[in-house]
């Protein structure tokens, strides 16, 4: 049961790494002036190229100006993220500190649940660095467990569950298979920037259960 932890653990810094590798990569077309102007011919672009997404803003300022896809993400346009008593602070710091960072899992203007990467951007105007606005990536958390193939947990007789830590309580907060009942479950910690995520990982039906899993989980 810890080794299928661990590796799940893997898969899953793997997705989010891709995740902030893609913010990275927005952030360099905004300062080399690709974006905004060419955004709806190099946001698509950028969705494939990094599967795991499923959607890519950009924000003037703190207002979210550009959307990809445009259709199921449209109600966000407008959206200022400054002033949102949820996600200001965590967008405050990523400025101060010129850091890439996930917020959430968040309940989307659009609707929905997802992780958040956000990379600040600075421009150099007369002679001085300003802030520009953000990059934005979205993965969804149904997405995110499906491109860490969270799935193939539980059909090696695997329950598990995620949650996340309050910074400032430390109290661990579930966002993923919220109900779930675990035994006495093995927890491994999951590293995102700004934080920590919890997972948890137990046999079905508790540890008495018969063994459903292959000798070798990897």
């Known amino acids: 049961t810890h080794n299928a932890a661990i590796d799940a653990r893997d898969?899953?810094?793997?997705?989010?790494v891709h995740g902030l590798s893609a913010t990275q990569t927005i952030?360099?077309?905004v300062e080399r002036g690709i974006l905004p102007r060419d955004f709806v011919a190099v946001a698509p672009k950028i969705a494939?190229?990094?599967n795991c997404l499923d959607a890519v803003e950009l924000t003037a300022g703190g207002i979210v100006s550009h959307v990809y896809p445009y259709e199921e993400n449209k109600r966000a346009l407008g959206f200022n993220i400054l002033t949102d008593s949820i996600q200001k602070d965590e967008a405050l710091y990523a400025i101060r500190n010129r850091a890439l960072i996930f917020a959430g899992p968040l309940n989307l203007v659009q609707g929905g649940l997802a992780?958040?990467?956000r990379g600040p951007v600075f421009l150099r105007q007369n002679g001085e660095e300003r802030f520009w606005g953000f990059t934005i990536v979205i993965i969804r958390v149904a997405s995110l467990m499906k491109h860490a193939h969270f799935t193939e947990l539980e059909s090696k007789?695997?329950?598990y569950k995620l949650s996340k830590v309050n910074p400032q309580t430390g109290r661990e907060i579930p966002f993923f298979n919220t109900t779930q009942m675990l035994d006495n479950p093995?927890?491994?910690k999951v590293s995102v920037p700004n934080g920590e995520w919890i997972l948890d990982v137990a046999p079905q039906g508790g540890w008495s259960a018969?063994?459903?899993?292959?000798p070798t989980v990897f």
């Open 115 to 117: 992780v958040v990467g």
């Open 157 to 159: 007789g695997f329950a």
């Open 48 to 50: 494939e190229a990094y």
């Open 186 to 188: 093995i927890s491994v």
């Open 27 to 29: 952030g360099l077309c």
């Open 11 to 16: 898969r899953l810094d793997i997705v989010l």
């Open 210 to 214: 018969p063994a459903k899993t292959v």
